[in-house]
């Protein structure tokens, strides 16, 4: 009878331990990560319309910030930046191709918010943003103040964090709203909007490659742009994460500066709080 009744109660705990959050890690080689590397190419989603981070050049080709991002992602996987398959994804596409797996990761200029950390999982952030206006040189605003204002159309895209920018800042401006960056910045140089809002870094590059734009300044606080990927697979996360991480502060620091002065023309801020700026 005691064998019987020990056997009941180490059954039950066998049990329990299957039904409990312990059962739910990951088993070793149970992630994409292995996937990637038996395929012997990582898939990356960017953008085509948000320069500098992802546009098209002359050629044709997508280039920017977030696709040698990519590269040094790849080069890190398999010490080869040409292991690389590029997925260019619409704004409105880019959760649904990460969350099916049509892509391994995508980096995207996107802004971190907890509401998205709902449907992706973020990376520590790759680069600092924040958000500004940019206006026509010939306008007469001149400071992003001025844009909350009945007479004033201001192009924003339709997505909700936007939205609520707008609502906020500029509560009397008149909106417009388009699909990208580069239609925000078409309507501004044809004049159907009098300004634009959007990323800091992207207005910044707008108004250095055309004389005729001018950045109103930055009406937000700082915000954070972070790698993206499915949810439910801590290995790979942990190795975009760790990336990202030698990238800021580490072993591939020198590859981060690299790749920042060449689309921002600038170095990037300091990355420790103890280097002198």
Known sequence: MKRIGLGIVLGAVAMLLTLSPWSYAQKQGDSRLYDILKRGHLVAGVSS?????????????????????????????????????????????RWAAVQSGKVDVAMMATTIYPDRAQKVAFSRAYIDSGFAILARKDSKLTKWEQANDPKIKIASRTFPAQK????????????????????????????????????LPIVRWYAKQN????????????????????????TWWLYVDTV????????????????????FGEDPPPQRFYQPS
């Open 49 to 93: 319309t948000a320069p500098p981070f992802g546009f098209r050049d002359d050629k044709g080709e997508v280039v920017g910030f977030d696709i040698d991002m990519a590269r040094i992602l790849a080069k890190s996987l398999f010490a080869d930046a040409t292991k690389l398959k590029l997925e260019v994804l619409a704004q409105d596409t």
């Open 164 to 199: 609520d920018r707008l609502q906020k800042y500029f509560p009397k401006a008149q909106p417009l709203f388009f699909d990208s960056p580069a239609d925000q910045f078409l309507a501004v140089k044809s004049g159907r909007a009098d300004a634009l809002q959007t990323d």
């Open 211 to 234: 004389p005729d734009l001018k950045s109103l300044g930055q009406f937000t606080q700082t915000a954070n742009n972070g790698f993206f990927m499915q949810h439910g697979d801590f």
């Open 244 to 263: 990202v991480s030698e990238l800021l502060t580490g072993s591939l620091y020198d590859d981060y500066v690299t790749v920042y002065r060449k689309w």
